[in-house]
C-alpha cells in the first residue's frame, strides 16, 4: 500500500471502530447498517488493493472473526453485534491482525471492567457490585446472569487503535499488506 492509502486505511478503520463503540454506548447494540456495508467495504478494498490474495484473506478475516465469538453469542455471554464487528474487523484486518486485536481487546475489557468494580465498590460498597455484576448475591441466589458492565465495542475500539499504531510504528509509517507470510 502507498502512503495515502495507508492513510485512508488507517482513517476508515478507525473511524468504524470508534462509530461502533459510540453507538454501542448509546444503543447498547451494534445494529447491521453499521456491520454490513464495514465488513462489505473491507472485501472491496482488499480486492482492489490485493487482488485475489486480498480477497481470500480478506473473507478470512471475516470468518475469524465471525467464529471468535460465535460461542460466546451462543451461550449468552456476548450479543450478535459484537460478532458481527469482529467479522467486518476482520474483513478489514485480516485473520492474523483481527486476532492480535482481539486478544488486546479482552485483556482491556478484564481490566476496564475491573477497574469499574473497583470504583463502585469505593464509592457504593462491595454489595453493590455483588448484586450489579455478579452472578450470585449476598443471598447465594443464582440470577439469570450478571449485568453486561461496559459495551465490548469500547475495548475492541481501543485495541483496533493500538494495534494499528504498533503495525504502523512497526512499518516506517507504512501500514502492512495482507500477506501469506
Not at 107 to 134: D, E, H, I, P
Amino acid at each position: 500500500m502507498n502512503t495515502l492509502t495507508s492513510i485512508a486505511f488507517i482513517s476508515v478503520v478507525s473511524c468504524y471502530a470508534i462509530a461502533a463503540a459510540v453507538v454501542d454506548i448509546r444503543l447498547h447494540r451494534i445494529p447491521n447498517y453499521l456491520t454490513v456495508p464495514a465488513a462489505v467495504f473491507g472485501l472491496l478494498f482488499h480486492t482492489f488493493f490485493e487482488g485475489r490474495w486480498g480477497i481470500l484473506l480478506s473473507l478470512a478475516g471475516l470468518a475469524v472473526g465471525f467464529g471468535l465469538l460465535l460461542l460466546p453469542w451462543l451461550l449468552g455471554g456476548s450479543g450478535m453485534g459484537d460478532v458481527k464487528l469482529l467479522a467486518a474487523l476482520g474483513a478489514w484486518l485480516g485473520p492474523t491482525h483481527l486476532l492480535y486485536v482481539f486478544v488486546v481487546s479482552v485483556f482491556l475489557a478484564a481490566v476496564l471492567a475491573l477497574g469499574v468494580m473497583v470504583k463502585v465498590a469505593a464509592t457504593k460498597g462491595v454489595s453493590s457490585v455483588q448484586r450489579n455484576y455478579l452472578a450470585k448475591g449476598r443471598s447465594g441466589k443464582q440470577r439469570s446472569g450478571p449485568q453486561r458492565i461496559l459495551p465490548f465495542a469500547v475495548p475492541v475500539a481501543l485495541g483496533t487503535w493500538i494495534v494499528l499504531a504498533w503495525l504502523t510504528m512497526s512499518q516506517g509509517g507504512q501500514v502492512f499488506e495482507l500477506t501469506l507470510r
